[in-house]
T-cell receptor, first 116, second 116 residues
Framework: GEEVAQTPKHLVRGEGQKAKLYCAPIKGHSYVFWYQQVLKNEFKFLISFQNENVFDETGMPKERFSAKCLPNSPCSLEIQATKLEDSAVYFCASSQPQEWDYNEQFFGPGTRLTVL | AQSVTQLGSHVSVSEGALVLLRCNYSSSVPPYLFWYVQYPNQGLQLLLKYTSAATLVKGINGFEAEFKKSETSFHLTKPSAHMSDAAEYFC??????????????FGQGTTLQVKP
């Protein structure tokens, strides 16, 4: 597609439950980035992929968070045993191979995760 | 390490007045710099970017920014504010060259209010 698609728009989980978020990058884009936005600001980089390979995972919490980008499937970000502090909007962005060096990232509308 | 500081979490201007949003960065390597806009409940939209070409960068919607290495600044300006400019603005930095992994480091954001 021509836009980054993220599903679901909203996700509510009880503390300790699993949450799984999905991202379909723009067709032809081989780089995918995940960011976490807490409290309307404070964007935090989580992880990036080059096709199905992890490119940079320096922002991923060591525990509970995992992500995948498999061929012919949307990318996913999974949080095991959610905590209250995981409540945030999670944004996915994608980039073309020739543009990634200039960080021409196109952002999706985000998934709002609320942990109760 | 890289970082971005946006001076002023909230800026209010009258319609037709000059918009000035401040951004200072810290980077040990030549940076790439970006300004993004976020409208309510939406993802980020790229306004403009500096990638080591011209220091005065023009973007969409009449915005421009000037890269000043001596001041480590990348302030965003627009000569005449429009009501539709009311939004959240984020300055971001990334590395250039071989150390670039694509991840963006964001400032805290500045809310722009435009009064009629």
């Amino acid at each position: 597609g021509e836009e980054v698609a993220q599903t679901p728009k909203h996700l509510v989980r009880g503390e300790g439950q699993k949450a799984k978020l999905y991202c379909a990058p723009i067709k032809g884009h081989s780089y995918v980035f995940w960011y976490q936005q807490v409290l309307k600001n404070e964007f935090k980089f989580l992880i990036s992929f080059q096709n199905e390979n992890v490119f940079d995972e320096t922002g991923m919490p060591k525990e509970r968070f995992s992500a995948k980008c498999l061929p012919n499937s949307p990318c996913s970000l999974e949080i095991q045993a959610t905590k209250l502090e995981d409540s945030a909007v999670y944004f996915c962005a994608s980039s073309q191979p020739q543009e990634w060096d200039y960080n021409e990232q196109f952002f999706g509308p985000g998934t709002r995760l609320t942990v109760l | 390490a890289q970082s971005v500081t946006q001076l002023g979490s909230h800026v209010s201007v009258s319609e037709g007045a000059l918009v000035l949003l401040r951004c200072n960065y810290s980077s040990s390597v030549p940076p790439y710099l970006f300004w993004y806009v976020q409208y309510p409940n939406q993802g980020l939209q790229l306004l403009l970017k500096y990638t080591s070409a011209a220091t005065l960068v023009k973007g969409i919607n009449g915005f421009e920014a000037e890269f000043k290495k001596s001041e480590t600044s990348f302030h965003l300006t627009k000569p005449s504010a429009h009501m539709s400019d009311a939004a959240e603005y984020f300055c971001a930095v990334s590395r250039s060259g071989s150390s670039n992994t694509g991840k963006l480091i964001f400032g805290q954001g500045t809310t722009l209010q435009v009064k009629p």
